[in-house]
């Protein structure tokens, strides 16, 4: 599968100050496929550990911590010489081994020549516990699939050329929209995980089938992140962990207007319901990379960061198709496209997917409420805010987006929607239907 992480891993190893790299992301999410396909593509040789599965190899780190001994005992394990200039080499399962984590900072200061990239199942839990030197390294967030990416993974390759090289000087053919809003619902149901993804693929001749496969993969991804919560996290942190995962879906069925709304404490943990007392654990599951969290800003000003409250937000969950998995939401409802108010925080946790990924970090995502009035989501483009609002359907109407563009003077502002492109120049407003996310912003629409 070809992913947008590859541009970026290519970027990096350009670096003329490159360091060591850390790949994060959550389980699942093709870390090791990219890291080895980069290997095979880019350098010489590549020298693969898993500390998870190769219990010997941390062995070499309890001496010292010394580069060039390090090189010299994996030289002897894998009977190969590796040449600093030409080769790589992959710590995989990192966390497994802190002394590993530690020692990428001697190989960024004592050997910087030599490529090192290093990945692992809740690398972010550990690194953010303090484990690794700050200054030490490169990272790159890695994320599920987007639609894009999905497209040409299962071979709409025409169709994937021609939404990422579209120009708004040309006709959208409604015919090519219809195509791919019915795959926009497939992917729904699919997500981006790899192993998904490749099981809807075995079987998509057969639809219902292809689908009760996906599922099957998506609960058993749940199981491996709950044992990952249990084994990273303590019994009594663990189900603090699960029950707050297991309960996104549950707190936006009671929103009825079909908007995500703001994360709500009381009743998800017992005797737990303050932010102060659960900030802990919604820190871990974005660190794991499991959860999205949006800020919700009092201004539409910038930096949006100073207009922020700790306690205000949104979650949402990392991949669409685990958000079923875990709505136990049917999946010919999402084909049929009737889910009820579910299908307004669907859309959105689509779009929350789709900008993380585009944007390769998660704080860049920001949502706005004043008095009664809010707007899903707020862009900077060019030093200016640009209001967003997610439909689910064909109804464009919005009342708060026209409040924040009066009060704020955006210059424009944009509805995803089910519909196809469209614009009113003078209502100052673009319409793009919603699998186009990933080309935001898309120069004025005039067609």
Known sequence: MERNIDKQLKQWQKKEKRKPLVLLGARQIGKTHSLKQFGDDNFKNHFYINFERQKEYQQIFEKDLKPQRIISELEILFNQKIDIKTDLIIFDEIQDCPKAITSLKYFCEEVPKLAICAAGSLLGV???????????????????????????????????????EWSNKEDFSEAI?????????????????????????????????????????????IQTHLADIARHSGKENSMHLERLWSNIPAQLAK????????????????????????????????A??????????????????AYTEENRFKLFV?????????????????????????????????????????EGRRDRLFAWKEGESEVEFLKE???????????????????????????????????????????????????????????????????
């Open 177 to 221: 929209h219809q195509k791919t809003w019915e795959l926009w619902k497939i992917y729904l149901i699919v997500g981006g995980l790899p192993e998904a993804i490749l099981a809807y693929k075995e079987y998509k001749k057969n639809l219902i089938t292809a689908l009760h496969e996906v599922r099957k993969c998506q609960e058993t991804l």
């Open 126 to 164: 550990n690194l953010s516990q303090g484990s690794f030197p700050v200054g030490k390294i490169n990272s790159i967030n890695m994320y599920p699939l987007s639609f894009f990416e999905f497209l040409q993974a299962i071979g709409e390759n025409f169709l994937f050329e021609y939404l990422t």
């Open 255 to 286: 929103e009825q207007n079909g908007s995500a709304p703001k994360f709500k404490f009381k009743g998800v943990i017992s005797n737990l319901n303050s932010y102060e007392r659960m900030s802990g654990t919604i820190d871990w599951l974005e």
């Open 288 to 305: 794991a990379g499991l959860i999205l969290k949006v800020p919700i800003v009092n201004c539409g000003q910038l930096p949006f960061k």
């Open 381 to 447: 483009v060019s030093g200016e805010v640009i209001p967003i609002e997610v439909k689910s359907g064909n109804n464009t109407r919005s009342r708060s987006i026209q409040i924040f563009q009066n009060k704020y003077n955006s210059s424009y502002k944009v509805i995803f929607r089910a519909n196809n492109f469209g614009s009113n120049d003078e209502k100052k407003l673009n319409r793009y239907p919603i699998y186009m996310a990933a080309r935001f912003p898309i120069d004025k629409v005039n067609v």
């Open 318 to 358: 990392y991949d669409v198709g685990i958000l079923g998995a875990l709505s136990d939401l049917n999946p010919q409802l999402i084909l049929n496209y009737d889910y009820g108010t579910y299908k307004g925080f669907y859309a959105e946790n689509f779009i929350a997917q789709e900008f993380s990924c585009a």
